[in-house]
């Protein structure tokens, strides 16, 4: 698979905070990168660095085939004005708003594009709804259809799931299997250890100026967890009970 | 009542006045929504304020020609932008702070210079506008930047609607998003130009401001708020100015935005998301009101 995205030696932070050093990955086409850390680690931090709001401090990062002309986004819900006068079928629309004619906005292919997505997230029938009368759920779905509408090769989400129902999650998840099976390359931000991680193939942690990545075995170990400073050791230790009770046989 | 409405449309400068007010509401509502939208509301006053030391440089150099009063206003108004910009970049000051210091100074400044040079124009006209003011070269400014106003935001519109509803995801699709924002505010500080002179440098911008809020207690669309902010700034100017003519005393400033004020009350007062809207009981399966949705969203 062809690599979307490659950091090479990557720092990042602010001049008087360094979050993590020398880190390197490769972001291929068809992966789902999670990235965990404790609060303060820098996980929204390097979704913004992706994104290109922000430098990093030292390394490189390199687009091996261009920088995609459109990278999907969907930031943490609290950054969100709900009450901007606009009915859903147009925020969604803003995920094509760099295609609009200047005159009559979106053509009939948009529009069908725009119902498109809405079908898929689950809530053709809240189109005409004003944004400040949508739960917490049903926005995240609306914000998940301007994503599906960007069409991007590379999508970020951060925290998508931090205030939504377990169906909604379930239904969100459905649509972030679809894109790694479009072959997308999805970089998810989350903040526990949840059943998001079974839709994942990698993993990015982060915590204690120090970056680990690999696949989810490989990083979500008990001593890496306590290393990074996401897990306690007694959190650790209750938590991965079973697998350590399974290698204490193994080795006796 | 109709011979002295009458004997107002006959003369000139009122007819002028009408005209002017009328291209003016048209130019001004659109800023005035997303100044709104945009939660400046606090730095469209404190940018009239700010463009006043220029103005007044202006007219003390050059008198009180329209090309005295644009070059001030927009040296004023550009300089003020940037400084803050500067400010709440590189020091511990955020935006608001350092606007509301810089504005202060450029306010009294501006007095001060306007007083010191012994103007032969009234304070009072300088403050709160005249409609007496009003010549074929103050046309032509208005006109001007209605027209230039009406231009960009054929072009601006969506990108604003984007990045005011979601500014980080603006951010993330564009590579010069500070465009949108310093071409909005070179707008805001072309059109509190044009209003100066119908409504004076501590008026101006409460014909873009309230004519806004009032709408928004009725619209749930763009559109809507577009629409309904240019017939509240339009009915408040007619009105205002009418005011002005029968109280030959009162300045046409605060008539046309004491108008401007009555609207936001009443809207305030009726309109479906005002307290109006709080005080119907919604009926069985109805739509979520927006007060729920607001408790639902503090909860979150």
Same mark, same amino acid.
């Given at each position: ?52 709001? !922000? ?30 006068? @606009? ?26 594009? &725009? ?73 998810? *931000? ?10 994942? %193939? ?13 696949? *989810? ?26 697998? /350590? ?8 | ?49 700010? @463009?006043?030391?220029? /103005? ?23 300089? *003020?932008? /940037? ?58 400014? &208005? ?10 935001? $054929? ?6 609607? &984007? ?29 509190? =130009? ?8 501590? !008026? ?28 509240? $700034?339009?009915? %408040? ?20 935005? =004491? ?42």
């Amino acid at each position: 698979m062809a690599a979307v995205l490659e950091l090479r030696n990557l720092s990042l932070g602010y001049p008087d905070l360094t979050l993590f050093k020398h880190l390197s990955l490769d972001m291929k086409a068809g992966t789902t990168l999670a990235v965990l850390g404790a609060n303060g680690s820098g996980k929204s931090t390097f979704v913004k660095m992706l994104l290109g709001l !922000m430098d990093p401090l030292a390394g490189r990062l390199h687009w091996p085939s261009g920088r995609p002309g459109e990278i999907g986004y969907l930031a943490q819900l609290t950054e969100f004005d709900r009450r901007f006068p @606009i009915r859903v079928r147009d925020l969604v629309a803003m995920g094509a708003w760099r295609g609009f004619d200047l005159w009559s906005g979106l053509g009939r292919g948009g529009r069908n594009r &725009v119902a498109a997505a809405l079908e898929e997230a689950g809530i053709p029938d809240l189109a005409d709804r004003s944004l400040h009368t949508l739960s917490g759920g049903q926005l995240q779905r609306a914000l998940f259809a301007r994503v599906i509408l960007q069409d991007a090769p590379l999508i970020l989400l951060d925290e998508p799931f931090a205030a939504v129902d377990q169906s909604t999650e379930a239904h969100l998840l459905s649509i972030i299997k679809r894109w790694r099976e479009e072959n997308r390359a999805v970089v998810l *931000v989350v903040h526990d250890l949840s059943s998001v991680l079974d839709h994942c %193939s990698h993993a990015l942690l982060l915590g204690n100026g120090a970056a680990t990545h690999g696949s *989810v075995a490989e990083v979500l170990t008990p001593d890496l967890l306590v290393a990074h400073g996401y897990l306690s050791q007694s959190q650790a230790s209750w938590m991965f009970r079973g697998s /350590i009770e399974q290698k204490g046989q193994a080795h006796a | 009542m109709l011979e002295l409405f009458a004997e107002m449309w006959s003369f000139a400068f009122m007819r002028r006045a009408f005209v002017a007010t009328t291209v003016l509401s048209a130019s001004v509502a659109p800023i005035g929504a997303f100044l709104v939208l945009r939660r400046l509301s606090l730095a469209g006053e404190a940018m009239a304020h700010a @463009i006043t030391p220029g /103005i007044v440089i202006g007219f003390v150099a050059a008198g009180l020609s329209v090309m005295s009063l644009l070059i001030g206003g927009l040296v004023a108004g550009v300089g *003020v932008a /940037i400084l803050t910009a500067l400010l709440a970049r590189k020091t511990i000051l955020r935006s608001d702070a350092s606007l509301a210091s810089l504005y202060l100074i450029a306010l009294a400044a501006g007095i001060f210079i306007l007083s010191a040079a012994g103007s032969a124009v009234p304070l009072k006209s300088f403050l709160f506008g005249s409609i007496l003011g009003i010549d074929d070269a103050s046309m032509m400014l &208005v006109g001007g930047v209605a027209a230039v106003t009406l231009v960009a935001f $054929a072009f601006l519109l969506r990108p604003l609607i &984007v990045s005011t509803c979601d500014p980080i995801f603006f951010e993330s699709q564009t590579r010069r998003p500070w465009l949108v924002d310093q071409g909005f505010m070179l707008l805001l500080v072309l059109n509190l =130009l044009a209003a100066f002179k119908t409504l004076g440098t501590l !008026m101006a911008v409460g014909l873009m401001i309230l004519p806004a809020t009032a709408a928004r207690y009725w619209a749930s669309t763009i559109t809507g708020q577009l629409v309904l902010g240019f017939l509240f $700034a339009l009915a %408040s100017c007619w009105i205002g100015l009418t005011l002005s003519y029968f109280f030959p005393e009162t300045p046409s400033g605060p008539a046309i935005v =004491l108008v401007a004020g009555g609207f936001f009350l009443i809207s305030a007062l009726f309109g479906p998301l005002g307290f109006g809207g709080r005080l119907r009981k919604p009926s069985p399966g109805a739509k979520p009101s927006v007060e729920q949705s607001y408790a639902e969203e503090r909860i979150q």
